[in-house]
């Protein structure tokens, strides 16, 4: 069956410095690739999307690699601020517009 | 806009009760999808709705059922409560940001079963 995961471990680093979250799936050949941000007790808030033909996708700060053959995607917070600290999740599309959803990297930005 | 919005925001049931979950959308979105959250286990789709009239199992249905009163409301209701439904669930509706198409959450109603 479909399976994704993210860094299990909580990432901690200091303000200035480049974030970096990865995304691994299995058993699965995505079209596109989503992030999302979620802060403590809200839902989930779209970031960047990136499809299988694309490598690299850049908004503002943040950067989203996607490695097929991997099956891998990267995603990058650089000169990370303390609001920047939330927790990520990856997901990939799958059938009838349904996401597969990562379990989420929570990710604190020491000022 | 008021975008999705969810009804209760905090519950608490005792085993056996039941209770309906309410989700609605402003944005003129199809597809709507109800999640629940438990620590670890990321986002798990319990049933969706492609469009009025019309829905779907997901990956965790059981115990679950759900109605698609019209196209703005997408409800989850639960029959039988149990403790292994103690959870966070989140609708969601899914439709263009731009060119992109992607889903948008409600804040989330934070359920506990004793």
């Known amino acids: 069956s479909q399976k994704i995961e993210q860094n299990s471990e909580a990432l901690n680093i200091q303000e200035g410095k480049t974030a970096t979250l990865t995304c691994n799936y299995t058993?699965?050949?995505?079209?596109?690739l989503q992030w999302y941000r979620q802060d403590p007790g809200r839902g989930p808030v779209f970031l960047l999307l990136i499809r299988e033909n694309e490598k690299e996708k850049r908004k503002e700060r943040l950067k989203v690699t996607f490695d097929t053959t991997l099956k891998q995607s990267l995603f990058h917070i650089t000169a990370s601020q303390p609001a920047d600290s939330a927790t990520y999740l990856c997901?990939?599309?799958?059938?009838?517009?349904?996401?597969?959803f990562g379990q989420g990297t929570e990710l604190s930005v020491k000022p | 806009n008021a975008g999705v919005t969810q009804t209760p925001k905090f519950q608490v049931l005792k085993t056996g009760q039941s209770m309906t979950l309410q989700c609605a959308q402003d944005m003129n979105h199809n597809s709507m999808y109800w999640y629940r959250q438990d620590p670890g286990m990321g986002l798990r789709l319990i049933y969706y709705?492609?469009?009025?009239?019309?829905?779907d199992k997901g990956e965790v249905p059981n115990g679950y059922n759900v109605s698609r009163l019209n196209k703005r409301e997408f409800s989850l209701r639960l029959e039988s409560a149990a403790p292994s439904q103690t959870s966070v669930y989140f609708c969601a509706s899914r439709g263009f940001q731009g060119v992109v198409n992607t889903q948008y959450f409600g804040p989330g109603t934070r359920l506990t079963v004793l």
């Open positions: 997901a990939l599309d799958s059938t009838g517009g349904k996401l597969i």
């Open positions: 058993n699965y050949s995505p079209a596109y």
């Open positions: 709705s492609a469009s009025e009239g019309t829905t």
